[in-house]
């Protein structure tokens, strides 16, 4: 065989420079093959054929092949419900590297999704725990596997795996987690720093003070930031005492009226946009418990009495004040007084620190407001999607609202803005209806005139085709 | 709303329930769908909003309506309960949204006077004339022989050819391959030897792609296979299969009228390749796979339609079974072929028979060409494997057993480095192996 090889490639070395092959073919082929154009032609074929059958090409270097794609702990979706999926992530109403409300309500009815339909891209926190194993398998390094995070195994790990094991380290053991990470930290990236830092916020205490005050003098600002913020809702910073007071400045404590008992801290009437900006920057700047000790108020009391109803954009930045250094009640609170002023804007900034429990206090709440509530509603059941019943739709304040509004597009009536709003509210109702309630309501609004194949049901239609997994 | 008389006369001849294995209806968005088998091999998906008209067919057509789109029509309006109301499949749905995002057109009537009557009347039966059937009979006889004497004397003339690309050198031939096959595919077009054309127009782009190595492999073997080719044809010119390799595929009546080989069964869409070739056609093959043990393991439907009329739907969904009866164009492995009746599958999704993957790839390859020398494409299903992609980004199929590892034509989705594989079909070019479907972990992957 190796001789044939031999002279295939001599023949083929001949071909290229226009060189006659048949001086090259073996001994007994050439009495075959005759004289000639004739003989340079069967050769021709003969060379073709034996390329395809006798040889065979053959990689440059081993072929070793990755680890298998792990399967998920719950089952791919049926195939009805993986139709609707693809095609809501055609319409692109979600992120493609992170559709987290309907992720969210797949896995709730017990699948997953396939992965020639979706995989993740980023390290996203929002996206269920469920496709960590994904995750850590596009971020595979070397394939090596451990039970537990420690400092000896901490660089086997990819940064999400590693991320994903650290949170769980936190919630069993937070000494040993701040301890692994105070070993391991200088020795990563400043980013992957701040975030596992960040981490040090699940079950924070008074332990963690004395770590955290050495990151004072981290290289990076960001860390140095992420560790003041930590400080702060531990009440363990020091005062700015001259900022405080300039905010100070701006505020008053007064009873909201003649008969009101309690004081409000409410926001003076300011000159100019300059100052007023300047008010904003100062919540931004200052945690929490310096405005609380200007007033010589607890963090508590503060909270009771911000002036809710006053400003919007003031409450947004008191907000995101309260998420980045209040403590762990503390942003639950604060919704739970937006949420009944019905000024709900600010209630995004605080949504990443509120517990599953404020999240379903606040999701009952958020229903039975007037206006545009259900996307708000879809964030606050990341948690729990697919539980909303048909009756508790019909009872909220926005049901009649909606309806009227299909009614009145369906009879051509083009307002953008109210297509708009609809299409958001078809969109979180998609993720909040359990299934039977998702099916109940297609009925509904393709009876008040909408059409079943309009793309803004398409969640609704991959709800109401994905049973629960019993 | 018809073009003309003669789009209503053929409309009315497609108004069979035969040839429409699905007629589907959603009364609340007033939609009517349809799959309709035509003349080519894929079937033709016809679609019409019934409050303003609007339509769609896939076919080639350059009329508008075209026949099929009226004979939805037609049907639909008299007969509505022939259509099964269902909710809309997802290529209506798809028509539909981008009726919404381009706004509609409704149809005007357009083509002077029809008349349906005439249009289903049948037409009288003309006479038997004896005299005038032999004279057509004859005629045809002369323009075969006239055709075969052309065709003869351009494979003479593409042997010359190609013995000239080897005395020039085929490092010259490398650098001018475009050109050079362009010219003799033009000559052999005015032979009407109008498959060996295409063939040798498209070689250029068979070998993009490949190294040095396996391109000068590849054209040596296609070069080497055209001299097996026309020198068979010339020793049997009339054999069907190499008649349509060298001058073209007999029309589908043809094909139908003939004994060629008829299969029923159950078949899976395998999956579907769509390419634009040089001649401004473009080719869309779909691959089957026969569900029940059979000699016939594959089908393939290939159709051409002008690169003019824009892109052109899928006519089925990777993974869909359904039952089928397949009429095989006559070759010694039998593999294109057109479906003539279908129905959809009511149980659930069958598996892949389990025999078909049972020989090694080089025994399937070898096999294939054996019957066929010629054969650039031979369907190959290989058994348990995985997708490796090499440092230099090359990816190949490795198998589980001592089976050879074949080279992709092209990289994948990084996913399908984590795929099991139990099962792989693809078509191997004779240097890379296309996947075209397979199964994993994860159930039916397709490319």
Not at chain 1, 9 to 34: C, F, N, V, Y
């Amino acid at each position: 065989m190796k001789e044939l090889e031999a002279a295939f490639t001599a023949i083929k070395g001949r071909w290229m420079t226009g060189l006659e092959g048949l001086s090259a073919a073996p001994d007994q082929w050439q009495h075959q093959l005759g004289r000639g154009t004739e003989a340079e032609l069967r050769l021709l074929a003969l060379t073709g054929q034996a390329l395809q059958v006798a040889f065979q090409p053959t990689p440059a270097e081993q072929l070793t092949p990755s680890t298998a794609l792990p399967m998920l702990a719950l089952p791919a979706m049926p195939d009805p419900a993986r139709a609707l999926f693809r095609r809501l992530l055609s319409q692109r109403h979600y992120p493609a590297d992170s559709p987290a409300p309907v992720l969210a309500l797949i896995a709730a009815r017990g699948y997953s999704v396939h992965p020639l339909d979706w995989m993740p891209k980023t390290e996203d926190s929002d996206i269920p725990p469920l496709y960590a194993p994904w995750l850590d398998w596009l971020n595979s390094t070397n394939g090596k596997h451990h039970e537990a995070l420690t400092a000896d195994n901490w660089d086997d790990w990819s940064p999400a795996a590693r991320r994903r094991a650290f949170i769980g380290l936190r919630s069993r053991d937070a000494g040993a987690a701040r301890q692994l990470l105070a070993a391991a930290a200088p020795g990563l990236a400043a980013e992957e720093r701040r975030r596992l830092i960040e981490l040090l916020g699940n079950k924070l205490s008074t332990d963690d003070i004395d770590y955290l005050e050495t990151l004072s003098t981290d290289r990076s600002s960001k860390v140095r930031s992420t560790a003041l913020q930590l400080l702060a809702r531990l009440g363990a910073t020091e005062t700015d005492t001259v900022l405080s007071q300039e905010l100070a400045d701006t505020l008053e404590l007064k009873h909201a009226d003649l008969n009101g008992r309690q004081k409000i801290l409410t926001p003076k009437k300011l000159k100019n946009k300059a100052q007023r900006a300047r008010r904003l920057e100062l919540l931004t700047l200052l945690p929490l418990h310096s405005l609380a000790g200007a007033f010589e108020m607890s963090v508590e009391q503060t909270i009771e009495r911000w002036n809710v109803s006053a400003d919007s954009q003031l409450n947004t930045a008191f907000a995101a004040m309260v998420a980045g250094t209040g403590s762990d009640q503390l942003p639950g609170l604060l919704a739970q007084r937006l949420i009944k002023t019905q000024d709900t804007a600010p209630i995004y900034q605080l949504i990443s620190r509120l517990t599953a429990a404020d999240k379903t206090v606040l999701l009952s709440d958020a229903l039975a407001l007037d206006g545009d509530n259900y996307q708000l509603a879809s964030q606050l059941c990341l948690s729990a999607p697919g539980k909303l019943t048909f009756n508790e739709l019909t009872r909220s304040a926005d049901y009649n609202v909606l309806i009227q509004t299909i009614e009145t597009q369906s009879c051509g009536d083009d307002n953008s803005d109210a297509a708009h709003v609809t299409g958001g509210c078809l969109l979180a109702l998609g993720v909040l209806l359990e299934q039977s309630a998702a099916a109940l309501f297609i009925e509904k609004v393709t009876a008040a005139g909408m059409l079943s194949v309009d793309p803004q049901l398409t969640t609704l239609q991959m709800n109401a085709a994905l049973p629960p997994r019993s | 709303m018809a073009p003309d008389q003669s789009s209503l006369a053929a409309a009315s001849k497609l108004m069979k329930p035969g040839k429409w294995p699905l007629r589907g209806k959603h009364m609340a968005d007033q939609l009517i769908w349809g799959e309709c088998q035509g003349s080519g091999a894929n079937p033709y998906r016809v679609m019409a909003d019934v409050s303003d008209l609007g339509y769609k067919c896939t076919c080639p057509s350059r009329k508008f309506p075209c026949k099929h789109s009226i004979a939805l029509m037609w049907m639909f309006a008299e007969g509505e309960s022939e259509f099964v109301e269902e909710s809309v499949p997802a290529w209506v749905t798809e028509w539909k949204e981008r009726r919404r995002t381009t706004g509609k057109t409704s149809t005007k009537t357009t083509g002077g006077q029809k008349n349906i009557s005439a249009a289903t009347s049948a037409q009288p039966a003309k006479p038997d004339d004896p005299k005038a059937e032999a004279r057509r009979v004859a005629a045809a006889a002369k323009r075969a022989a006239n055709t075969r004497e052309s065709v003869a004397v351009a494979t003479i003339e593409l042997e010359q050819w190609i013995a000239d690309q080897l005395r020039g050198g085929l490092a010259g031939f490398f650098s001018e391959a475009t050109n050079r096959c362009r010219r003799i595919a033009a000559r052999m077009v005015d032979a009407k030897a109008q498959a060996l054309a295409s063939r040798i127009d498209e070689l250029p782009a068979r070998i993009t792609g490949l190294d040095s190595e396996e391109r000068l492999n590849k054209v040596i073997t296609e070069l080497g296979q055209l001299v097996l080719l026309v020198r068979e044809w010339r020793n049997r010119p009339d054999d069907p299969a190499l008649h349509r390799n060298v001058i073209s595929a007999e029309a589908t009546d043809q094909l139908l009228q003939s004994d060629a080989p008829e299969v029923t069964s159950l078949w899976e869409v395998l999956g579907e390749r769509i390419s634009t070739r040089k001649d401004g056609l473009i080719s869309q093959a779909t691959w089957l796979l026969n569900l029940k043990e059979s000699e016939y393991h594959y089908a393939l439907l290939l159709d051409f339609f002008p690169a003019t009329l824009g892109k052109r739907a899928s006519s089925f969904t990777s993974g869909e079974q359904f039952t089928a009866t397949l009429r095989y164009y006559p070759a010694p492995v039998p593999q294109r072929a057109v479906i003539t009746e279908r129905s959809t599958l009511t149980q659930g999704q069958l598996c892949w028979p389990g025999s078909v993957a049972v020989l090694p790839a080089k025994m399937q390859i070898n096999a294939c060409l054996d019957a066929a020398p010629w054969t650039i494409h031979c369907p190959v299903s290989l058994s348990a494997g995985r997708f490796c992609e090499t440092s230099t980004g090359h990816w190949w199929w490795r198998p589980q057993s001592d089976d050879r590892p074949l080279p992709l034509v092209t990289a994948l989705e990084p996913i399908a480095r984590g795929a099991e594989l139990s099962s792989l079909f693809g078509v191997w070019d004779g240097a890379r192996l296309d996947p075209i479907a397979a199964v994993s972990q994860f159930g039916r992957l397709h490319f």
